[in-house]
């Protein structure tokens, strides 16, 4: 079965960047389509980006977009979210999931999930 292990989250400043890595074990990441969603208190998972296996992306966070950026290595079986320009309003914790057949911002449609990683942005 398919595990999913975020990693990357920590404190930064605003304007700063992070890398966020999403780790799988237990099967090959190639077939699956991989989200990244965040969700900070009080409020639902938000859908950021995805990316299905022929690398077509999507952008569906109106507030990330031009700042974030996702990207996977196939042959490492990981998928990245590059952020820069970083904003206190991007503290969050921070999610990949894995569907086995398209992209959605939508989390119930999304199989397997990581236990998340911790952004947070303050000076």
């Known amino acids: 079965q398919l595990q999913l292990v975020e990693s990357g989250g920590r404190l930064v400043q605003p304007g700063g960047s992070l890398r966020l890595s999403c780790a799988a074990s237990?099967?090959?990441?190639?077939?699956?389509?991989i989200g990244w969603f965040r969700q900070s208190p009080g409020k639902e998972h938000e859908g950021i980006s995805c990316?299905?296996?022929?690398?077509?992306?999507?952008y569906y966070l109106n507030s990330t977009k031009g700042r974030f950026t996702i990207s996977r290595d196939n042959a490492k079986n990981m998928v990245y979210l590059q952020m820069n320009s970083l904003k206190p309003e991007d503290t969050a914790v921070y999610y990949c999931?894995?569907?086995?057949?398209?992209?959605?911002?939508?989390?119930?449609?999304?199989?397997?999930w990581g236990q998340g990683t911790q952004v947070t942005v303050s000076s």
């Open positions: 999931a894995a569907d086995a057949a398209v992209c959605s911002n939508w989390p119930l449609e999304y199989d397997y």
């Open positions: 990316i299905r296996s022929n690398d077509v992306t999507y």
């Open positions: 237990g099967a090959t990441l190639d077939g699956y389509a």
